[in-house]
């Protein structure tokens, strides 16, 4: 891995049911994430995506690109803009993963994550250390 590396791309798509899904997974069933006028109410454009389903599903194509859960060693976001998710429809997002620091001696990088919507970051500082693969 060097700095600058683009490590991997991808484009997530999310949809009313992947919500569903993952309130249910995670105990989340704020209704700002499956009721459009709750959503307005509180000032939002519509339903929005959790915020840890974007962080997970954003750090999950590291993982990938690693092939190994356990190489992440640390990861953080800062959550920018929501990610309003249409009906019917989808959202997509779009991920890439950028090599940003290399550190020898202690066998890590800092991967940056890029996370857009429609051209515009969702998460910010996303970063992840990760142990360099042997």
């Known amino acids: 891995m060097n700095v600058g590396d683009e490590l991997a791309r991808r484009e997530i798509a ?25 959503a ?27 092939g190994d859960p356990g190489a992440v060693l640390d990861y953080q976001v800062r959550f920018s803009r929501p990610v309003p998710v249409p ?16 550190d020898p001696q202690v066998q890590t990088a800092r991967v940056d994550l890029q996370v ?8 910010g500082k996303a970063q992840a250390v990760v142990r360099l693969p042997a």
């Open 40 to 66: 307005r109410d509180v000032g939002l454009p519509g339903v929005i995506a959790h915020g840890m389903w974007t962080m997970g599903a954003a750090v999950d194509v590291v993982v990938d690109a690693l």
């Open 87 to 102: 009906d019917p429809g989808e959202a997509v997002l779009t991920v890439v993963a950028t090599v940003g620091a290399v």
């Open 116 to 123: 857009t919507l429609d051209g515009q970051r969702v998460l």
């Open 14 to 38: 999310v949809d009313r049911a992947r919500l569903v899904r993952y309130a249910g997974a995670s105990g989340d069933f704020n209704p700002i994430h499956w009721n459009d006028r709750v």
